[in-house]
């Protein structure tokens, strides 16, 4: 009885285990069958590699400074006793702006009128007797000496008389000086004297400085190289015109538009820069002098350049490249040499032709090998020859690209033509 027990758990046994075994090999089977099966590609953009005309800008540090800037000083000594601004704010020419006490220089214009006075009073005398005498010298009565002596006292008194009015224009002149006018439009600083105080005693005491903020200089340097290239680009010296923008502190840019207004004659031997000025329109007065911005100038133009957008490159220790995608969705990676950078598309040299595609995003979910299905999508349609003929001040070109690393425009300059360089070379 207990044998055959055990006969029938044995049989249940390995009837349990072929069972179990059978099972892990038909679940192996189906595993291996499912990662043999081939995978659908995955859909991803892709652009195709276009032909057009890049400008190359140049970036460069540098400095505002007013357009006119005034020194409002005492021309006379005296008490300051009146000002009539408020500091900081904006004044118009003609505005009274101090008052130095006037009475002494009132006290001095009477003096002069007096002895003007006096001595016409004495000239309309002698004017007089000479005309007497000049009859009895002619009828003889009188001797030559006698006539000549009322002659020279007349015209001695006239003489006195012509000192007279040049002391008075000169009193009334000082006595204008006490009140002081605002010689230009502009903001007016902070005062530089308290009302109460002695000015103008010994020296021309300086008051305020009035400054032009609307328009605004920004100077800057740029090497011969890009002053070169910049003249071979004729396509922009015909125009007559170059676009220069202007970016901030904050690194954003500035809405209007500059232009030139100056450049030196010469280059400076020591640093091999030439000195430029442009001039831009400041109406909300955001601009101030003293301050750096980065001026950004378009320096040439590359025609029928090769393009891609920035977003498709890849940079591994230096080294350029990008993803190519054949017409059966395989992903090739392939480095590149590069160029200008603008309005977010980068000019390739080297390994891209036109026409190619470009993986455009998702560049860090994929490998080379890799197959994906290619959805082509248009490049950028803003070319920068349209934004540069609409004038669009809102577009944000990059610098040119290789050019050394420049300062940051928040952080304390040399100022142009001082011996540093701020132009790329």
């Not at 001797?143 to 009015?165: V, W």
Request: charged share 25%.
């Amino acid at each position: 009885m207990v044998n055959s027990v055990l006969r029938s758990a044995s049989v249940c046994g390995v009837v349990l285990f072929l069972s179990l075994a059978l099972a892990g090999c038909s679940g192996n089977n189906d595993k291996k069958a499912a990662e043999n099966a081939p995978q659908e590609a995955a859909p991803m953009k892709v652009v195709k590699a276009e032909i057009r005309d890049v400008p190359n800008w140049g970036e460069w540090v540098g400095q505002i400074s007013a357009h006119e800037t005034v020194e409002v000083r005492a021309r006379v000594a005296g008490f300051l006793i009146e000002k009539n601004f408020e500091e900081g704010r904006t004044v118009k020419k003609g505005d009274l702006l101090f008052v130095i006490d006037p009475k002494p220089f009132e006290e001095d214009l009477k003096q002069a009128q007096s002895g003007l006075e006096y001595n016409q009073a004495l000239y309309n005398k002698a004017a007089k007797d000479l005309k007497r005498f000049k009859k009895l010298f002619d009828e003889g009565v009188v001797s030559r000496d006698e006539y000549e002596s009322y002659e020279t006292q007349a015209a001695t008194y006239k003489a006195q008389i012509a000192d007279n009015k040049a002391k008075v224009e000169n009193a009334r002149i000082q006595l204008g000086y006490t009140k002081i006018y605002s010689p230009i439009d502009g903001v007016i600083g902070r005062v530089q004297v308290d009302v109460g105080n002695l000015v103008g005693q010994g020296e021309n005491t300086l008051l305020a400085t009035i400054s032009t903020m609307d328009p605004i200089y920004v100077s800057f340097s740029v090497s011969e190289g890009d002053y070169i290239r910049a003249m071979r680009d004729q396509k922009a010296r015909e125009s007559g015109q170059r676009p220069i923008r202007l970016i901030l502190a904050d690194g954003g840019e500035y809405s209007q538009p500059g232009r030139f207004d100056m450049v030196d004659p010469t280059v400076d031997p020591q640093t091999g820069t030439l000195g430029i000025r442009v001039l831009f329109p400041n109406p909300e007065n955001l601009l101030k002098p003293g301050q750096y911005a980065k001026v950004r100038v378009r320096v040439s133009n590359h025609q029928d350049a090769v393009v891609i957008p920035v977003t498709a490159i890849m940079d591994v220790q230096g080294m350029k490249s990008v993803y190519l995608v054949d017409a059966d969705g395989a992903v090739k990676n392939q480095p590149v040499k590069l160029g200008t950078e603008s309005m977010n598309l980068a000019v390739v040299t080297e390994g891209v032709q036109a026409g190619d595609m470009v993986l455009a995003e998702g560049i860090n979910r994929v490998k080379p090998g890799m197959k994906i299905k290619p959805v082509v999508v248009p490049m950028d349609p803003g070319t920068p020859q349209q934004t540069e003929a609409s004038g669009d001040a809102g577009a944000t070109p990059a610098p040119v690209a290789g050019d050394a690393a420049r300062p940051d425009p928040g952080a304390a300059q040399p100022a142009p033509g001082d011996g540093a360089k701020t132009g790329a070379e």
